[in-house]
């Protein structure tokens, strides 16, 4: 290279054939060329990182969903990825990387190389993580750069059929004649499958077993089965067993009615004032991802979320779309990692 020459010359140039200040020549000749090559190396590099970042994107995409297939986050994120694969010319594919609490597939993407082609198709369950577990292999607010907030799904309260419940306080009444008698299940021990009812039985008053199932489609199966008396998944999940009379509803966490259940009440009407979880989700990346990728990602994943087929198929499963840029992702994540730890501290759940 042309400027690699230029270096050299005046690198030589200036160089005695004498010692200098007691420094052989020879040494001091090859401290010199390899200032040089330090200087060219990371040249080459940065222009390499800018060359990369305006061809962005040039191979597949790939993103890691935290959950077994067949639950409401990886629905939604097949959806957004197909739509982003039709938009930016190149595959975007899903990878589930399912366990302990989505935290295997953060740590993950945590440590995956900065350059946009490793994403996370994160949940709510990020907030909670930092909160519930003592020695996480990645910090939330160093490690990930926001990308965008794609949607919230509500919270669905359902029993299995043979329940005498049809609301909320009739449900109350039966777990508190027969606390022992009622199990409901979760997604995974500490997520916000076991959480939100977990909250919503202190703020009853009442206890009940907690079963802890490997993903949301699992724990919804077993209430179909009999296996446990109710949950709390997202509705994404629950919503076509809702209609095939599998399962019956009691009411959703936001504190809107669902478009898709307008006839089930929220929990904040059915005696629990202002109660309100929502199972948010949302797309990160590795720190130190290019500015430029950053924003390229959140104007397509935009872009994908205004489509009206989108729309209607994240709708059909219950979600609620949501928008915004990097910076406003960033400031309600603070916001959700501040309020789970006080949640997590109150309720007294912790592990190793």
């Known amino acids: 290279m042309r400027w690699l020459r230029i270096a050299r010359s005046v690198a030589a140039h200036r160089m005695n054939l004498s010692d200098y200040n007691g420094i052989p020549m020879k040494l001091t000749i090859f401290l010199r060329y390899a200032l040089v090559a330090m200087i060219a190396t990371t040249v080459v590099a940065t222009c ?31 959806v957004i990825a197909q739509k982003l694969t039709e938009q930016m010319g190149v595959s975007v594919i899903v990878e589930t990387k399912a366990g302990a609490n989505g935290n295997i597939a953060s740590e993950y993407v945590a440590r995956a190389t900065p350059d946009g082609y490793t994403l996370l198709y994160n949940t709510s369950s990020i907030a909670l993580s930092p909160a519930l577990y003592k020695n996480l292999g990645y910090n939330v607010r160093r490690d990930f750069a926001p990308v965008a907030l794609t949607s919230v799904v509500p919270m669905l309260l359902a029993v299995h059929p043979s329940v005498p419940a049809n609301n909320l306080m009739e449900l109350a009444a039966l777990i508190k004649a027969n606390p022992t008698g009622f199990s409901y ?13 977990t909250l919503m039985l202190e703020r009853l008053g009442l206890s009940a ?11 919804v199966i077993a209430l179909v089965g009999g296996e446990i008396q109710f949950n709390m998944e997202p509705m994404a999940v629950g919503l076509s067993f809702v209609n095939d009379k599998r399962i019956k509803p009691i009411a959703v966490s936001t504190l809107e009615r669902a478009s898709v259940l307008p006839n089930v009440p929220t929990l904040s009407e059915s005696g629990l ?3 309100e979880v929502g199972a948010w989700q949302g797309i990160l990346a590795p720190a130190r991802t290019p500015p430029a990728i950053i924003n390229r990602l959140n104007a397509e994943v935009m872009k994908a979320l205004a489509q009206p087929d989108v729309k209607e198929k994240l709708q059909a499963q219950g979600a609620q779309l949501l928008t915004s840029t990097p910076e406003q992702y960033a400031a309600y994540l603070d ?3 501040d309020r789970w730890d006080e949640v997590v501290k109150s309720s007294g759940i912790q592990f190793e």
């Open 185 to 197: 299940g979760s997604a995974g021990v500490g997520n916000i499958t076991h959480l939100a009812p």
């Open 209 to 219: 077993n907690h079963v802890p199932y490997k993903g949301s489609a699992p724990s």
């Open 335 to 337: 916001t959700e990692l």
């Open 273 to 275: 004032p202002g109660f």
């Open 48 to 78: 390499a990182i800018a060359q990369g970042t305006q061809a962005y994107p040039s191979q597949p995409i790939k993103i890691v969903v935290p959950f077994p297939p067949g639950g409401a986050t990886d629905i939604i994120a097949r």
